[in-house]
């Protein structure tokens, strides 16, 4: 019994002394080999999965997405069903009598399209778009010509932030699949080509609401603006361009048509064609690039001004005014080296004019007028020019003297402000002239 003890204690010894002798390892397991075939979201049933999402919000749902491949499977089959797009997508876009309502949709389409950008990151660049536009189309606002309220509705400004936010980062050329794939969704190009080619107010306004709001004017660089604008204007020759142009920044009535008219037969109000300026200005500073040259820019104004008939000159003085230096004597020159004596110094007297009108310190006009004088090559020239244009101020004060004589007093009231603004602006202007001569003496 005390022997067999013995042994059994003895060999219990010597199986210590073994393990000791024996190099400690421990088992890594891998996450390859803990993962199971089935995730613990996967193994959820789908309305527990949806329950879960129904308390977060569109931004933490879009942070969920990019924990795996999986969750974002999870995440895109819950924002595809119908309950999701009837809670999250559809909005009420016409205006409210709440700004805060305005600023909520806008917070929330772009929080819509950060869920968009993340749960899409392994898609292609049309894959990304398609799933978008699937989850978009059914929306009416969202498209080009089934919402009945274009101007004063928000559905386009919501399709900008999503869309821009969709995409913020991508590079050009997948910038130009976008620009593409809007123009196949919408049919933009065919609805641009009848607008330019015929008068179409309700198309010319969708047109304008839909490349403004979702393409050209949500925040951002001047680059990124240029680089959409010169998608739009491109493919199409100058007279259309001049026309598109218009149609998207030109002055609007107060019923949200295009003021084609009116910068033909009276002066409109600066602010209706600061935007305009602002889009020459944007394509006149890339003219050193091979898409806008000066010379193409200048072309598009000269066509503007014609379009549809020739422009009141007070409209083409305030809007060269508008424009800048750079573009104003650029167009002006223009005519000078061309010869074109009578229509540079009738637009030079309104220049004059709508410098008085609107504020502007006279000494510009008169720094502008020797730009000018040093466009031509000789003394006689420039004498030609000057008397020109001094011929060109009687004649006007002229014509408005006898509207005034004519009769109609609502027309006479405006003329009669007119022609004492152009009587002023002549002594402002020629006092600035004696002036700049004594400083020189």
Same mark, same amino acid.
């Given at each position: 019994?005390?022997?067999?003890?013995?042994? *059994?204690?003895?060999?219990?010894?010597?199986?210590?002394?073994?393990?000791?002798?024996?190099?400690?390892?421990?088992?890594?397991?891998?996450?390859?080999?803990?993962?199971?075939?089935?995730?613990?979201?996967?193994?959820?049933?789908?309305? %527990?999965?949806?329950?879960?999402? =129904?308390?977060?919000?569109?931004?933490?749902?879009?942070?969920?997405?990019?924990?795996?491949?999986?969750?974002?499977?999870?995440?895109?089959?819950?924002?595809?069903?119908? !309950?999701?797009?009837?809670?999250?997508?559809?909005?009420?876009?016409?205006?409210?009598?709440?700004? &805060? +309502?305005?600023? =909520? /949709?806008?917070?929330?389409?772009?929080?819509?399209?950060?869920?968009?950008?993340?749960?899409?990151?392994?898609?292609?660049?049309? +894959?990304?778009?398609?799933?978008?536009?699937?989850?978009?189309?059914? %929306?009416?606002?969202?498209?080009? @010509?089934?919402?009945?309220?274009? *101007?004063?509705?928000?559905?386009?400004?919501?399709?900008?932030?999503?869309?821009?936010?969709?995409?913020?980062?991508?590079?050009?050329?997948?910038?130009?699949?976008?620009?593409?794939?809007?123009?196949?969704?919408?049919?933009?190009?065919?609805?641009?080509?009848?607008?330019?080619?015929? !008068?179409?107010?309700?198309?010319?306004?969708?047109?304008?609401?839909?490349?403004?709001?979702?393409?050209?004017?949500?925040?951002? =660089?001047?680059?990124?603006?240029?680089?959409?604008?010169?998608?739009?204007?491109?493919?199409?020759?100058?007279?259309?361009? /001049?026309?598109?142009?218009?149609?998207?920044?030109?002055?609007?009535?107060?019923?949200?048509?295009?003021?084609?008219?009116?910068?033909? %037969?009276?002066?409109?109000?600066?602010?209706?064609?600061?935007?305009?300026?602002?889009?020459?200005?944007?394509?006149?500073? &890339?003219?050193?690039?091979?898409?806008?040259?000066?010379?193409?820019?200048?072309?598009?104004? @000269?066509?503007?001004?014609?379009?549809? /008939?020739?422009?009141?000159?007070?409209?083409?003085?305030?809007?060269?005014?508008?424009?800048?230096?750079?573009?104003?004597?650029?167009?002006?020159?223009?005519?000078?080296?061309?010869?074109?004596?009578?229509?540079?110094?009738?637009?030079?007297?309104?220049?004059?004019?709508?410098?008085?009108?609107?504020?502007?310190?006279?000494?510009? *006009?008169?720094?502008?007028?020797?730009?000018?004088?040093?466009?031509?090559?000789?003394?006689?020239?420039?004498?030609?020019?000057?008397?020109?244009?001094?011929?060109?101020? !009687?004649? %006007? *004060?002229?014509?408005?003297?006898?509207?005034?004589?004519?009769?109609?007093?609502?027309?006479?009231?405006?003329?009669?402000?007119?022609?004492?603004?152009?009587?002023? /602006?002549?002594?402002?202007?020629?006092?600035?002239?004696?002036?700049?001569?004594?400083?020189?003496?």
């Amino acid at each position: 019994m005390s022997s067999a003890v013995g042994v *059994s204690a003895g060999s219990r010894q010597c199986q210590r002394k073994s393990r000791k002798n024996q190099p400690f390892t421990r088992r890594i397991i891998t996450r390859s080999q803990c993962r199971s075939s089935q995730n613990f979201f996967e193994g959820l049933p789908s309305e %527990v999965f949806d329950l879960i999402l =129904s308390y977060l919000s569109v931004v933490d749902i879009s942070i969920l997405s990019m924990a795996s491949k999986a969750i974002s499977n999870c995440v895109v089959s819950h924002v595809s069903t119908l !309950s999701w797009k009837n809670r999250r997508v559809l909005w009420k876009f016409h205006p409210s009598s709440c700004a &805060k +309502d305005d600023v =909520s /949709a806008f917070n929330h389409y772009r929080s819509l399209g950060l869920l968009f950008k993340r749960c899409t990151l392994l898609l292609p660049t049309k +894959d990304r778009l398609k799933f978008m536009n699937n989850r978009l189309s059914q %929306v009416p606002c969202f498209t080009l @010509d089934q919402c009945t309220s274009t *101007s004063e509705c928000l559905g386009f400004a919501c399709y900008g932030t999503l869309l821009q936010t969709l995409i913020a980062g991508w590079d050009e050329l997948e910038c130009h699949r976008v620009f593409n794939f809007l123009c196949e969704i919408t049919n933009l190009t065919r609805k641009i080509e009848t607008t330019v080619t015929r !008068s179409s107010p309700r198309l010319e306004q969708q047109i304008r609401c839909f490349c403004r709001s979702v393409l050209l004017d949500p925040r951002q =660089s001047r680059q990124d603006s240029l680089f959409w604008l010169t998608c739009i204007l491109k493919p199409w020759p100058m007279v259309s361009q /001049a026309r598109l142009l218009f149609i998207l920044y030109g002055p609007l009535q107060d019923d949200g048509k295009l003021g084609w008219q009116d910068v033909c %037969v009276g002066a409109v109000p600066q602010c209706s064609l600061w935007d305009l300026a602002k889009a020459i200005t944007l394509l006149y500073g &890339k003219a050193d690039a091979k898409e806008w040259t000066t010379d193409t820019v200048l072309g598009i104004v @000269d066509e503007m001004a014609v379009l549809p /008939a020739p422009w009141y000159l007070e409209n083409m003085a305030r809007l060269l005014i508008l424009c800048g230096n750079n573009i104003c004597y650029s167009v002006l020159a223009s005519k000078a080296i061309n010869g074109r004596l009578f229509d540079i110094s009738q637009l030079f007297v309104f220049i004059i004019l709508v410098s008085e009108k609107d504020g502007y310190c006279m000494s510009w *006009s008169v720094k502008m007028m020797q730009q000018l004088c040093n466009v031509f090559p000789g003394a006689s020239e420039k004498w030609l020019f000057l008397q020109s244009m001094e011929n060109m101020l !009687s004649e %006007v *004060s002229m014509e408005m003297y006898e509207l005034i004589m004519s009769g109609n007093r609502d027309e006479n009231q405006d003329t009669s402000q007119n022609l004492c603004s152009l009587l002023n /602006a002549c002594a402002h202007f020629h006092t600035e002239i004696l002036y700049m001569f004594l400083k020189q003496g």
